[in-house]
């Protein structure tokens, strides 16, 4: 049986639709297919006894068709600076296994290529996500009509787990790993605070 686990932090994607996000409205993907990478950043929370404040995964997936049609390929990252038990908890929840709202995004996943161990430096406050040698990501808001906050959307397919979410677009992205590399500068990307639990 799953640990009980409760998460809160931060999560940001990067994909290659044009701003604005069709998946958050369940609509087909801008060129008919997506390609994302997904980060989240837990500042606090556990799994069972493993605390898991200050770790970070990434998941890149491809989407053939309709985000929520599933079919996804897909590779799971783990912050290689997270201990054994830290490790196996994060893969636990990432896999679905732990249940959660883990558990949907993981059974739209038809292809998983692997999991990896490696620097993630995820920087919220100042827009920028890297993995050296495999992902490059930097963003901006982009500003609503009152000239100073970013458009947001709220009551999204993901809400609450993932908050009212913030619109933006890439300053930079580029994803090489496996046998897929994709460069999604100047699309969409959108970033939340998060919380979410399970089993």
């Not at 920028?128 to 009152?146: Q, T």
Request: charged residues 20%; glycine residues 10%.
């Amino acid at each position: 049986m799953p640990e009980k686990w409760k998460l809160k932090g931060y999560w940001a994607n990067s994909c290659s639709c044009d701003p604005g996000c069709p998946c958050l409205f369940y609509s087909d993907p801008t060129k008919g297919y997506c390609d994302g990478v997904d980060t989240l950043r837990f500042t606090e929370g556990n799994y069972g006894k493993v605390k898991l404040a200050g770790t970070s995964i990434v998941i890149m997936a491809k989407a053939p068709g309709n985000f929520w049609k599933g079919n996804w390929t897909a590779a799971l990252y783990i912050d290689d600076k997270a201990n054994p038990a830290q490790r196996e908890a994060l893969q636990t929840i990432a896999s679905g296994k732990a249940g959660g709202p883990m558990a949907l995004l993981a059974s739209l996943i038809g292809t998983m290529k692997g999991t990896k161990f490696v620097p993630i430096k995820a920087d919220f406050k100042g827009m920028s996500i890297s993995i050296p040698g495999i992902y490059d990501f930097k963003w901006e808001p982009i500003i609503g009509g009152d000239k100073k906050k970013p458009i947001r959307v709220t009551n999204h397919p993901l809400s609450p787990v993932f908050a009212e979410a913030s619109m933006g677009k890439a300053v930079t992205s580029h994803f090489k790993d496996y046998e897929f590399e994709f460069d999604n500068t100047g699309k969409d990307c959108n970033w939340a605070p998060v919380t979410m639990a399970g089993p």
